[in-house]
């Protein structure tokens, strides 16, 4: 009985360790945010196109 709460107990705190880790992980979308705002610090950088006027 002891053995089995042992590996349950090894088992629940490695699954939240990993969700802890992957929560920390950036999205695409975040790493792109990051990448534009890396790159446009002297104001120089990304600058998208304007939207046509109707």
């Given at each position: 009985?002891?053995?089995?709460?042992?590996?349950?107990?090894?088992?629940?705190?490695?699954?939240?360790?990993?969700?802890?880790?992957?929560?920390?992980?950036?999205?695409?979308?975040e790493?792109?945010?990051?990448?534009?705002?890396r790159?446009?610090?002297?104001?120089?950088g990304?600058?998208?196109?304007p939207?046509?006027?109707?």
């Open positions: 009985m002891t053995v089995i709460l042992g590996f349950l107990f090894l088992f629940l705190m490695s699954w939240w360790v990993i969700s802890i880790v992957n929560s920390q992980k950036p999205l695409k979308n790493t792109f945010i990051g990448y534009v705002q790159y446009d610090i002297d104001g120089n990304y600058q998208s196109l939207c046509p006027q109707n």
